[in-house]
T-cell receptor
């Protein structure tokens, strides 16, 4: 069985500050891990993915995430927030045996000027 | 054109009515999915299909049915809509976990 927990339903940062969105997973098999972003009134778009290669994964728009097996975590970071980063972010877990993804509850990121 | 197209984008209906949400994709993937999004609950899987002859229930399939008419088409039906099925519904397609989503169908059941 697989599950994902995102810590914090709302995160607010100032423009230029570090963004840190937390995700912990549970998986009985080696996980594939994903971060998706949802802008208002749009569907989800893939930010980045971990599929058992490098543990530090770089994605689009300056985001990156580090897979830490010992902590069962896959936190999303960006060194300097931009106003355009305001959106909802979803962490998801899957595996290499099928395409079904289990999503976390989502974290809404606000960026203050 | 979008890779994954959902119709309708918005629908208001009444309790007890039958509703169909349609999805088509041009990505050429075999796997298609229907998710439901509710505030604070993230996305929950309703049904998924790995090919035309393979349909599987997800976490919350009660009250829903699906039809895979072709590799590119996957529709979701609510046989008798109820108010707690008010939500944003997403269709997706993909392989090995990387999914491509439609823009969503917002359903309101009064």
């Amino acid at each position: 069985a697989q599950s994902v927990t995102q810590l914090g339903s709302h995160v607010s940062v100032s423009e230029g500050a570090l963004v840190l969105l937390r995700c912990n997973y549970s998986s009985s098999v080696p996980p594939y891990l994903f971060w998706y972003v949802q802008y208002p009134n749009q569907g989800l778009q893939l930010l980045l993915k971990y599929t058992s290669a490098a543990t530090l994964v770089k994605g689009i728009n300056g985001f990156e995430a580090e897979f830490k097996k010992s902590e069962t975590s896959f936190h999303l970071t960006k060194p300097s927030a931009h106003m355009s980063d305001a959106a909802e972010y979803f962490c998801a877990v899957g595996n290499n045996q099928g395409g079904k993804l289990i999503f976390g509850q989502g974290t809404e990121l606000s960026v203050k000027p | 054109d979008a890779d994954v197209t959902q119709t309708p984008r918005n629908r208001i209906t009444k309790t007890g009515k039958r509703i169909m949400l349609e999805c088509s994709q041009t990505k050429g993937h075999d796997r298609m999915y229907w998710y439901r999004q509710d505030p604070g609950l993230g996305l929950r899987l309703i049904y998924y299909s790995f090919d035309v002859k393979d349909i599987n229930k997800g976490e919350i399939s009660d009250g829903y049915s699906v039809s895979r008419q072709a590799q590119a088409k996957f529709s979701l039906s609510l046989e008798s809509a109820i108010p707690n099925q008010t939500a944003l519904y997403f269709c997706a397609t993909g392989r090995t976990g990387e999914l491509f989503f439609g823009e969503g169908s917002r359903l309101t059941v009064l």
